[in-house]
């Protein structure tokens, strides 16, 4: 599977959009990108994937770039909650491969 | 609810004591598998299942064993637990094809 890229913390204010980063530019035809999140040392928690399309569900929305070597998950308002590592990952078929992640730190 | 179900939550054990850890979903997931959590290391996968019977190595197999004789279960053993093997230990579920897992809530085991 593709690797991922992902800067290792960054911080948001409560409300506002967070806007996430991955870079996976080695990425196959058939690979999907999938965000997972893990609050403290809780079970990791499925976010979102998407293969080409922009989606958005009701946690959160991915974009990814045409090129696929990309993309952006956004929590439009953010909240103390929030505050999570973010996992970006690139899955072909039933594997997960779990990187460092971005620690997301969420502030009143 | 739809969740997936690990027991113990803790463990505290000693050298060499045979342990199992279970895992349990209510979601007739196909899939699962069981993940280690190391500080520095992050999540690892030691084993998974891709249905009943069928069962293969993660990336860190070594030291440990799984079953999977029913499609809801998926026990993790530690035939002769060592320190090494403290974690936090993750068993997840899902549907095949391009599904989103599910992650229990974990077993943080300690081995002296």
């Known amino acids: 599977d593709a690797k991922t890229t992902q800067p290792t913390s960054m911080d948001c204010a409560e409300g506002r959009a967070a806007n996430l980063p991955c870079n996976h530019s080695?990425?196959?035809?058939?690979?999907?990108v999938y965000w997972y999140r893990q609050i403290h040392s809780q079970g990791p928690q499925y976010i979102i994937h998407?293969?080409?399309n922009n989606e958005t569900n009701e946690m959160a929305s991915l974009i990814i770039t045409e090129d696929r070597k990309s993309s952006t998950l956004i929590l439009p308002h953010a909240t103390l909650r929030d505050t999570a590592v973010y996992y970006c990952?690139?899955?072909?078929?039933?594997?997960?491969?779990f990187g460092a992640g971005t620690t997301v730190t969420v502030r009143a | 609810e739809a969740q997936v179900t690990q027991n113990p939550r803790y463990l505290i054990t000693v050298t060499g004591k045979k342990l199992t850890v279970t895992c349990s979903q209510n979601?007739?997931?196909?899939?699962m598998s069981w993940y280690r959590q190391d500080p520095g290391l992050g999540l690892r996968q030691i084993y998974y299942?891709?249905?009943?019977?069928?069962?293969d190595k993660g990336d860190v197999p070594e030291g440990y064993k799984v079953s999977r004789k029913e499609k809801r279960n998926f026990p993790l053993i530690l035939e002769s637990p060592s320190p090494n093997q403290t974690s936090l230990y993750f068993c997840?579920?899902?549907?095949?094809?391009?599904?989103?897992?599910?992650f229990g809530s974990g077993t943080r085991l300690t081995v002296v």
């Open positions: 997840a579920s899902g549907r095949t094809g391009h599904y989103g897992y599910t």
């Open positions: 080695t990425i196959s035809g058939n690979e999907y």
């Open positions: 998407g293969l080409k």
């Open positions: 990952i690139v899955r072909g078929d039933y594997k997960l491969s």
């Open positions: 979601m007739n997931h196909e899939y």
């Open positions: 299942s891709m249905n009943v019977e069928v069962t």
